[in-house]
């Protein structure tokens, strides 16, 4: 749904209402789709893990200024419907998604996130892995950014190469995003 004006509190919770009985579509890869991967170290050891963990957990890569995640506080769980909310040359953009499948793992490498899928009313069609991650051969805690995708709106396939740069700005940002959250709950007290 793109829109001049921000949509209201009510506006918001009617629409993912609307969207939370809409099955995901299964988004099998395609020809035309976009595969994108980005990848940053957080810190190192278990404590670091476990504050990436937390940051995802309060959906921290999302907290980047012209992206919105509502509602914000959504449990990390199969079957959660979350609104990305997007503002961007004067538009606001409403985009569904669903949590498809977790990645809890343990062993030499422990791994912790999500795999969202788009639903129909998003502005792309495809899914996002957003995962942290602990090495412990080398004790390295990263984050990583998967998403393939293709445009599933008209304006979105007009303007796609803008599409692709806010894709790139998003996974900047995020990857920011995560690393600031990481280590400021380092300096709480």
Known sequence: MFRLTRPSAAELQGWLAAHASLPPPDVPPAAGEVVDHHRAELGRGAAAFERACEALR????????WVELHP???????????????????LWSLNPCR???????????????????????????????FVVEWRHDDDVVAYDLRARSRP??????????????????????SMRAMARAVHESVRAP
């Open 72 to 90: 914000a506080d959504a449990p990390i769980r199969v079957g959660t419907t979350v609104g990305v909310l997007v503002r961007v040359l004067g």
């Open 152 to 173: 599933a709106h008209p304006l979105v396939w007009l303007g796609y190469p803008v599409a692709r740069v806010l894709q790139r700005r998003f996974a900047r940002e």
């Open 58 to 65: 309060r959906w921290e890569m999302f907290r980047i200024g």
């Open 99 to 129: 949590i498809v499948a977790l990645a809890e793992e343990g062993g030499a490498i422990e791994r912790f996130g999500f795999v969202y899928r788009t639903l129909p009313g998003h502005a792309e069609r495809g899914e996002e892995h």
